[in-house]
Structures are given as C-alpha cells and as structure tokens.
C-alpha cells in the first residue's frame, strides 16, 4: 500500500470528519443496532454543532489518516476535562479510532494508535485509557495485544439503547 499519513485535523476539515465519522460509525455498528437508535445517533453524534465543539476544545485533538489525501480513517484524544470519563489530569483518553473496513488489518489502525502515544508521551500522561463496546471483539483484540489491560464496565447510550463498554487502560510510566 502507497504511504498511509497521519495528519492533525483542524476546523476547515469539518466536512470531511463528519463524512468518515459517520462512515466508519455505520459499517462498525449497524449490524448489531437498531435503525432508528443508528440514525439517531448519527444525527446527533456527528452534526456540525457537535463537531464544531469538539474541534475548538483545546483539550481534544483529531487526526486523520490519509491514503493519496482520502481520508480513510481518523483518532480523537481527549485530555483534561475533554475525557468522557475520569477527567483525571495525568490520563489520555483514546476516544476513537475508527478505520474503514476496506482498509482493516492493513496497519492503519496501527498508525493511529502509535500516534495517540506519542501525543500521551508529549502531554507527559501517566496512562492512557479507552472505552470499548464490549461486543466489538476486533477492537479488543487490538487493543490487548498493544498491552490494554481491562479496569472496569460503563453503560454507553446509543439512542435508548444501552450497552456495556469495556474500560481499558495502558500505564506509560517507566518507559
Ligand atoms: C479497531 C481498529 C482500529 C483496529 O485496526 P485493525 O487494522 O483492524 O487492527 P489489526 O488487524 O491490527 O488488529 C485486529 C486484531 O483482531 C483480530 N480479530 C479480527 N476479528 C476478530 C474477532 N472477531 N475476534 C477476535 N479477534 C479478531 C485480528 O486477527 C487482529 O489480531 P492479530 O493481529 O493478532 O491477527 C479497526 O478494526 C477499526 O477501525 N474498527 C472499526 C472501528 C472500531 O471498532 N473502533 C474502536 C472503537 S473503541
């Protein structure tokens, strides 16, 4: 595959998050959920008021990946009061990394995830952490074998539905 390049999102972008959010949202969950719950989070998770927010937050960061500039997969990272949980100063939060399918297995996920460490790294965080539903065994799967260890269970809302995330987290002191 051509070079695959991880660039930081800024907000003249925003089309383009929106675009690949809600691609990569809909091939990772529509099999398990249900429409109206899908749509309705698709709405609302990924509107332009929502994204315009995220995006001027300075405690969170996007990246894309791009192939040839499409973009074809993206991360976020929260730090501080940006963490949907915890908000604990010395912690990242890896939000999302979301990769199309076509490009699976392919490394690109991998170059997202390096990515985020090294933001953590720069940020001097003790430990990053994550949430992962826990019927997503690929996910999982990637993100043991990159060392997460499980911490804990939350209850994620998707429409009225609710699921249960797994908590996951990656000490980075000492190294
Ligand atoms: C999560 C994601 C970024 C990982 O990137 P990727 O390129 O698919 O990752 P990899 O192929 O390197 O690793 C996935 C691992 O899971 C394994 N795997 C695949 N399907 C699996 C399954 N059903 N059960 C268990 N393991 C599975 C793969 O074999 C691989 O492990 P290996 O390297 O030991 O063979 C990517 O799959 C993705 O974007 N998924 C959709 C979005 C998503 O779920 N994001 C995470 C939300 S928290």
Request: one cysteine or more.
């Amino acid at each position: 595959m051509d070079k695959i390049e991880i660039v930081r999102v800024t907000p003249d972008d925003i089309e383009q998050l929106q675009k690949i959010g809600r691609q990569t949202f809909s091939e990772t969950f529509c099999a398990g959920n249900t429409e109206e719950n899908m749509r309705k989070y698709l709405d609302e998770g990924f509107s332009f008021e929502k994204l315009t927010a995220e995006l001027s937050d300075d405690n969170a960061e996007f990246y894309f990946a791009t192939l040839d500039k499409n973009v074809i997969g993206y991360l976020k990272l929260n730090a501080g009061q940006a963490q949907t949980e915890l908000k604990d100063e010395k912690a990242l939060e890896i939000e999302r990394i979301y990769v199309l399918k076509e490009f699976h297995g392919k490394q690109v996920g991998q170059l997202l995830y390096e990515k985020a460490i090294q933001v953590a790294k720069l940020h001097t965080a003790e430990y990053v952490w994550l949430g992962v539903w826990e019927e997503n065994p690929r996910a999982i799967h990637f993100y043991k074998k990159n060392g997460f260890i499980e911490f804990d269970k939350h209850i994620f809302k998707l429409g009225e539905d609710e699921q249960t995330d797994i908590m996951m987290k990656l000490q980075l002191n000492g190294e």
